[in-house]
């Protein structure tokens, strides 16, 4: 007997354009908050340059970004159950609180 309770599910299809498929490299990211949103700032930035453009930003409600969070979370623990424990590396001769030589806004 089928259950009649289940609600039906659609599928979603989702178009990715090659302009989109291209993506954006990004080797930070800056995170801030209001009441009802999250921004996520993603950055590329290169050494011994003054300025940083955003390459792209994501906006997100708070419910959207816990999922994200989520998400991400359980794809780093599947990529580390295949290739083995992300490490940060840092240079041997960094100072400290500064993991790569990229610059963090939040730090004093």
Request: without cysteine; hydrophobic residues 40%.
């Given at each position: 007997m089928e259950n009649n309770n289940k609600p039906h599910q659609q599928e979603l299809k989702i178009e990715l354009t090659p302009e989109i498929a291209a993506g954006h490299y990004s080797n930070l990211a800056?995170?801030?908050h209001s009441p009802n949103e999250f921004f996520?700032?993603?950055?590329?930035?290169?050494?011994?340059?003054?300025?940083?453009?955003?390459?792209?930003?994501v906006i997100m409600t708070p419910e959207n970004a816990k999922t994200l969070l989520s998400a991400l979370q359980d794809n780093i623990n599947r990529y580390e159950a295949t290739f083995g424990t992300i490490l940060r590396k840092a240079p041997v001769n960094a100072p400290k609180g500064?993991?790569?030589?990229?610059?963090?806004?939040f730090q004093a």
């Open positions: 800056v995170i801030s996520m700032d993603f950055i590329a930035v290169s050494p011994n340059m003054p300025q940083a453009r955003v390459q792209t930003r500064n993991v790569g030589g990229i610059p963090n806004p």
